[in-house]
């Protein structure tokens, strides 16, 4: 796992700098979000690469073959449920597939033996979150989205 956040690391590292060359040609004020993004993204990866490197250099990291079988599965599930969002987007619309898509990788990555208690407030939260941001990008700045069956 350890290498794989140097990869990623990396990687985020390289699409911050690509993405700070292609934010020179915006203007001032339409660069400042883009930058501002990118130098945390930037630092960020900048602390994963850091982070993983001390882990490497102290050995620590000693996952087991069953680790990495429900890693790799966790990752094939988890793009098989992207790629479903991405259809039902259109047939049920935004909101809810966003709520269902975002309730089972909730249930797909949490850790087992988490109190009911912790999981309902959780599924709220991602409720609320979403419905949210839905509200602000389509009525304050006006963004069209996938309208379906249930909105």
Same mark, same amino acid.
């Given at each position: 796992m350890v290498k794989?956040?140097? $990869?990623?690391? !990396?990687?985020? =590292?390289g699409i911050s700098a690509i993405f700070w060359i292609?934010?020179?040609?915006?203007? &001032?004020?339409?660069a400042l979000f883009p930058k501002i993004v990118t130098i945390i $993204?930037?630092? !960020?990866?900048? =602390?994963?690469l850091i982070n993983s490197i001390v882990k490497i250099l102290k050995n620590k990291s &000693?996952?087991?073959k069953v680790e990495k079988i429900q890693d790799a599965k966790s990752?094939?599930?988890?793009?098989i449920l992207i790629v479903a969002w991405a259809c039902f987007i259109n047939i049920l619309g935004f909101?809810?597939?966003?709520?269902?898509?975002f309730i089972i990788m909730y249930f797909l990555?949490?850790?087992k033996g988490i109190k009911?208690?912790?999981i309902v407030i959780n599924i709220i939260t991602i409720i609320i979150s979403i419905v949210v941001f839905y509200l602000f990008f389509s009525k304050v700045l006006k963004v069209p989205f996938p309208r379906g069956i249930l909105i």
């Open positions: 794989k956040d140097v $990869l990623a690391s !990396l990687v985020l =590292l292609q934010s020179r040609n915006f203007t &001032k004020y339409g $993204l930037g630092f !960020l990866s900048f =602390l994963l &000693k996952e087991s990752i094939v599930i988890s793009i909101l809810t597939s966003s709520i269902i898509f990555l949490v850790k009911l208690k912790k």
